[in-house]
Nanobody
Framework: QVQLVESGGGQVQAGGSLRLSCAAS????????MGWFRQAPGKEREFVAA????????SYADSVKGRFTISRGVAKNTVYLQMNSLKPEDTAVYYC??????????WGQGTQVTVSS
């Protein structure tokens, strides 16, 4: 099993920045990728960004390209999401996820991000 713990959420004004962190523990050697998802009130959970464990290649949702950056620590057990130029529509609970198979099958508890206009 892989355990994920997020931190770094909070409230910020539009145009501001926040940095989320996610620390993985347990069978981290089995992870193929780590990513961030978010869920706004009344909406389905959506993909935000991901980074592969092997090559470190990244992918982003169109809505965050150019504003958010996903990165990882040297030990590859920690992933970060730097969020700049935040908009009110970025308000959501952000979840860290890890895949050990062909889908994201490990999830953190989520951290709230609130962007006020």
């Amino acid at each position: 099993q892989v355990q994920l713990v997020e931190s770094g959420g909070g409230q910020v004004q539009a145009g501001g920045s926040l940095r989320l962190s996610c620390a993985a523990s347990g069978r981290t050697f089995s992870m193929r990728a780590m990513g961030w998802f978010r869920q706004a009130p009344g909406k389905e959970r959506e993909f935000v960004a991901a980074i592969s464990q092997s090559a470190g290649s990244t992918s982003y949702a169109d809505s965050v390209k150019g504003r958010f950056t996903i990165s990882r620590g040297v030990a590859k057990n920690t992933v970060y999401l730097q969020m700049n130029s935040l908009k009110p529509e970025d308000t959501a609970v952000y979840y860290c996820a890890a895949s050990t198979a062909d889908l994201y099958n490990h999830w953190g508890q989520g951290t709230q991000v609130t962007v006020s206009s």
